[in-house]
């Protein structure tokens, strides 16, 4: 991860929050890739994800 987000020029907060979002998305990428999660971990990433994306419609409809 490091190696992904060391590569952006960080000068605003708004780049700070995109290198922080892709570096997550690439954490969670290799952890998939390599099998770090267990099956309690992964419903607990799909139900939070699920989640969100309903909080994310319901701000998007109103």
């Known amino acids: 991860m490091y190696f992904f987000v060391s590569r952006f020029e960080i000068l605003t ?3 700070l929050l995109v290198a922080a979002g892709i570096g997550v998305l690439v954490y969670l990428s290799v952890m998939f890739l390599l099998g770090g999660f267990n099956d309690h971990e992964l419903s607990l ?5 699920f989640r969100i994306r309903s909080n994310l ?3 998007i409809e109103a």
């Open 13 to 15: 907060t708004y780049k």
């Open 57 to 59: 419609t319901k701000i």
């Open 45 to 49: 990433i799909k139900k939070h994800l």
